[in-house]
Nanobody, 123 residues
Framework: QLRLAESGGGLVQAGGSLRLSCEAS????????MGWFRQAPGKEREFVAR????????YYADAVQGRFTISRDNAKNTVQLDMTSLKPEDTAVYYC????????????????WGQGTQVTVSS
């Protein structure tokens, strides 16, 4: 049904910046929330940021607040994650996710997922 595809990952030095993008195919008007999650080796998938469809309200994990910015373009069915001041601990596979209804910071609240894009921050 709804397909998500992330892009923009890569290798960056600590202190650098990256921009991740997520494109949704098909209709996304039923999606209330778009979010970003990440998963590092040996760890569970963790919440990074989300943006509501109706209100545009944003929320960030404490670890990235002030450094990452999430935004969305409903006309283009895209969501973006601008990452600055990157740290080695930001290294992970980053996933774009969509929720048809209200969703917070739990992966099981999201209905659709992208394949993930690798972000590696070197020291």
């Amino acid at each position: 049904q709804l397909r998500l595809a992330e892009s923009g990952g890569g290798l960056v030095q600590a202190g650098g910046s990256l921009r991740l993008s997520c494109e949704a195919s098909g209709r996304t008007f039923s999606t209330y929330t778009m979010g970003w999650f990440r998963q590092a080796p040996g760890k569970e998938r963790e919440f990074v940021a989300r943006v509501a469809r109706t209100t545009g309200a944003t929320y960030y994990a404490d670890a990235v607040q002030g450094r990452f910015t999430i935004s969305r373009d409903n006309a283009k069915n895209t969501v973006q994650l601008d990452m600055t001041s990157l740290k080695p601990e930001d290294t992970a596979v980053y996933y774009c996710a969509a929720a048809s209804f209200f969703a917070g910071g739990y992966p099981n609240q999201y209905n659709y997922w992208g394949q993930g894009t690798q972000v590696t921050v070197s020291s």
